[in-house]
């Protein structure tokens, strides 16, 4: 049976929600690096970094903490005209997100130029243009505060890569609007002796105690920290509340204290699973002698995180889901599922009705695929799935190159080429760090619409099929052992270039569909 919108609509490939009043780890088998939540009410945001791709900072809700769909992104482009081009491991690092006197804000760094703020009344519509907090490269992790007498202060790390020293934590007094700093504030903690690589802080209070929340031990291996004082200067006194312990979690990393309005606690984090990013999973939290607990089976305060739990929240009638994955393109806007590999152009697709049109764009011979800009991306949704789509090729002008891709450190791509008057089938693989792009001419093809299908196994091999009719597919090419990129999960996507000097021909996508092996 040719696959058809009836066919695959709705197979979300990982669903926490068991539909029983429990939730499994990871609640998100998917790359939002560096989460950060709130609730507001009886809703849930969640932020997310996303380094080079647009638009950036992705913007999640939920009702329960465990069912969560991508409603908005803070950024809609990088406000510097370089990233334009694919910058692999800079842009948006880790955000955090807010809300005081009815407005929400996001604090965004970028580690080369500074420290951001984006705010609105409106989650759902669009953000303020990003402003300044801080200039200056190597301020990463910051998260605002606002005390009981009205001062807002904000918390931040330093990435060495940029500033030269890490596993410091820094106070900065800021200007209640979060429109500027107050004065040069000052280190509040180091972490070298006990908690190396401390980053990622994120600041409240309870009690009359501060507590600052910050992951250590480095992303694999590490710990969540917790850090409390009665003066948000300090001197901090430190206690590790969440461990791998006895479980596959590694490296339990930074996220966010949330409660529910049933005064319930949760802490949201992420593990870095490598090809399919950093995760995110949910944690049971309670306090003890004025210290978080966070997760299961403690010992001295320490937890370990746990693998099913009754879900925070019951809401009547909820049906699990999951964010977006397939695509039928029947909207007139792309769907929030889909980044770009750096800057995006609105003239370089048209989407509705029931295609993808992706217009080509002139790429330099000797540039990479990886380093091609106008790679439309879905991040992996699960450890194991195949993806299918249907191709137009009617409109594939002579030098053109355009199919499916699977971007990471190691990369991929199953593309139809125009050359000479033929149409190939070839394969295009590389290495994102070298120079060493390979091309394989796998077959000459008749046909100007063919589907092609990528097969993730393993949470690895990628592997390419291809069918003259959507219904027998063969394999086709060579399978290929995925790695991450820099500080990302792999992604999936599709693509048009053309090898000349300006852009010309186009590629048609009828849909993207998602299946289990």
């Known amino acids: 049976m040719k696959e058809t919108e009836n066919t695959v609509q709705r197979r979300k490939m990982w669903v ?31 932020i997310a970094s996303s380094f080079c791709n647009t638009p950036a900072v992705p913007l999640l809700h939920s009702k329960d903490l465990v069912n969560w769909k991508v409603v908005n992104y803070i950024i809609d482009k990088l ?20 809300y005081h006197e009815g407005v929400y804000y996001a604090f965004i760094p970028m580690p080369d130029e500074g420290i951001f703020m984006c705010k609105t009344t409106d989650p759902w519509g669009k953000w303020s243009e990003p402003a300044f907090v801080k200039k200056a490269a190597g301020w990463i992790d910051p998260c605002p505060f606002w005390d009981e007498d009205g001062k807002a202060y904000m918390v931040n790390a330093f990435a060495r890569s940029r500033i030269g020293f890490k596993s410091f934590l820094y106070m900065t007094p800021i200007e209640p609007d979060c429109s500027d700093i107050l004065d040069d504030g000052q280190f509040v903690y180091d972490g070298h002796a006990t908690q190396p690589t401390i980053e990622g802080p994120k600041l409240y209070k309870r009690n009359g105690y501060y507590y600052i929340f910050a992951p250590a031990g480095g992303v694999k291996p590490g710990w969540q920290t917790v850090l409390r004082s009665k003066n948000i200067y300090g001197p901090y006194e430190e206690k590790i509340v969440l461990h791998q312990g006895n479980t596959q979690v590694n490296g339990p990393h930074q996220g966010a204290w949330v409660d529910t309005p049933d005064g319930q606690d949760f802490f949201l984090h992420f593990q870095d699973v490598g090809n399919a990013g950093r995760i995110i999973h949910l944690q049971p939290m309670y306090w003890e002698n004025d210290w978080p ?14 693998l099913r739990y009754k879900k925070p929240v019951q809401i009547e009638g909820v049906t699990p889901d999951a964010p977006e994955d ?11 599922q889909w980044q770009w590999n750096a800057n995006y152009k609105e003239d370089w697709y048209k989407v509705g009705g029931g295609s993808l049109t992706l217009y080509a764009q002139p790429k330099e011979k000797e540039t990479q695929l990886c380093d091609v800009s106008n790679l439309l991306l879905q991040k992996w949704p699960a450890p194991e799935f195949m993806i299918t789509t249907c ?3 009617d409109k594939l002008a002579e030098n053109s190159l355009a199919g499916m891709i699977s971007l990471g450190g190691c990369y991929t791509a199953l593309a139809a080429a125009r050359r000479q008057g033929k149409l190939l089938l070839v394969q295009r ?29 393993k949470s690895e091999d990628v592997s390419f099929l291809v069918s003259g009719d ?48």
Not at 79 to 98: E, L, N, V
Request: charged share 25%.
């Open 16 to 46: 926490a929600d068991q539909g029983d009043g429990t939730y499994i780890n990871p609640i998100l088998y998917t790359d939002y690096s560096d989460p950060d939540a709130i609730r507001v009410g009886e809703d849930y945001f969640m």
């Open 79 to 98: 406000p510097y005209s370089y990233y334009d081009k694919p910058m692999h491991g800079c842009g948006t690092w880790a955000p955090a997100i807010r």
């Open 293 to 306: 607990v966070i997760g299961v089976n403690p010992v001295d305060g320490c937890g370990e995180p746990v």
């Open 326 to 336: 397939s695509d039928t393109f029947e909207e007139e806007k792309l769907g929030l």
């Open 391 to 393: 191709l137009h090729l």
């Open 429 to 457: 693989t590389g290495n994102w760090e070298q120079a060493d792009e390979t091309e394989t001419v796998c077959r000459e093809i008749t046909a100007e619409t063919i589907y092609l299908r990528m097969k993730v196994e």
């Open 470 to 517: 959507g219904v027998t597919y063969e394999p086709i090419g060579e399978t290929v052992q995925a790695t991450p990129g820099r500080w990302v999960g792999v992604k999936t996507g599709l693509f048009a270039v053309t090898e000349g000097e300006r852009a010309q021909g186009s590629l048609t996508a009828d849909y993207y569909f998602y299946d289990a092996l």
